[in-house]
């Protein structure tokens, strides 16, 4: 599996340098900023999982997690998974309110400070708590994975680990919420549209309000990117929602590791597959629908100028 992470890591990096740099040259809509903050956090969980790969080189011994780093990973690769929902729950619930609502106007800089201030919140759930002395780390030879455990002997540190474990579940659950219906919301807009109205000429002179946006067609394409980045971030992620109820369960209500990680695949495996190698697939596949779903970022690529242009 480790060639494969490398190998998808490096083209992940690469892939979303290039998005970098061509949203960055646009007009700086929401989506586009959205879209950058998307690349630089897909970029972050590359390298993260880059550090976590020489674990399976080297018979699942810690390798690089030595010291503290193994708490500072841990802590900083949960914020860049949540930030990804939320951007992903940001751009699909902002694409959904301007077509049910084509004449609101959403405002760029609330909407880009509520999303870095959830950043902040996540930082001090996770940082905070191991800087106080409420969690230590340790890392699992046998899943090859750092975990965040209360300090033992200490009744406060185990009522927050109940709390934070009670958070990680909400954190990942109720974004799929607004996600998924954003999606279907989104779905039924594009096809209760009519062909007529996507596909035109465009004429000054046509009474049709809709014939004569000549953004209509290109607003159309832009929603049915939007799903599809939404379809491909539940297939990837819905897992790790699924894992991370499963792991409160066990906690809460059996021993660790009864009765969902018994097997010798759900404990050697599951978190690595779930939490890494999926989280990292789908950080790669996204350069990818951009190159097949951007034209203009097809013609940046050949030629390395992007007009700056909503389009």
Not at 116 to 140: C, K, N, R, V
Not at 180 to 196: A, M, N
Not at 225 to 254: A, D, E, G, K, R
Not at 280 to 300: Q, S
Request: some cysteine.
């Amino acid at each position: 599996m480790s060639p494969f992470l490398i190998s998808l890591s490096l083209s992940l990096n690469l892939g979303n340098y290039l998005a970098f740099q061509y949203f960055r040259r646009k007009q700086r809509d929401l989506a586009t900023s959205l879209y950058i903050i998307m690349t630089i956090n897909d970029s972050l969980i590359c390298a993260f999982c880059m550090i976590d790969m020489p674990i399976f080189f080297n018979n699942r011994k810690p390798t690089l997690f030595f010291g503290n780093v193994c708490i500072v990973w841990i802590n900083l690769y949960q914020l860049f998974i949540r930030m990804s929902i939320a951007t992903t729950a940001t751009i699909s619930v902002t694409r959904t309110i301007s077509l049910v609502y084509p004449l609101s106007h959403i405002n760029k800089k609330k909407v880009i400070l509520c999303l870095l201030g959830y950043g902040l919140f996540i930082i001090s759930m996770t940082a905070i708590p191991s800087m106080a002395g409420l969690q230590e780390s340790y890392f699992d030879e046998a899943g090859a994975y750092c975990w965040l455990m209360p300090r033992a002997n200490t009744t406060f540190a185990s009522t927050w680990d109940h709390v934070d474990n009670t958070f990680d579940c909400i954190a990942l659950a109720v974004p799929v919420l607004p996600i998924t219906v954003s999606c279907v919301i989104s779905t039924h807009c594009v096809l209760k549209t009519p062909k007529d109205i996507v596909k035109f000429k465009y004429n000054p002179h046509s009474t049709n309000p809709h014939k004569s946006c000549p953004r209509t067609r290109t607003k159309s394409h832009a929603t049915v990117t939007i799903i599809i980045f939404t379809v491909v971030y539940l297939i990837f992620n819905v897992p790790l929602f699924v894992m991370y109820v499963f792991w409160y369960l066990t906690i809460h209500l059996y021993e660790y590791p009864e009765p969902f990680f018994a097997t010798s695949i759900m404990y050697n495996y599951s978190w690595n597959f779930v939490e890494i190698l999926s989280v990292a697939m789908n950080a790669a596949i996204n350069p990818c629908l951009y190159f097949i779903r951007l034209k203009k970022f097809r013609v940046f690529i050949k030629t390395r100028q992007s007009p700056r242009s909503n389009a």
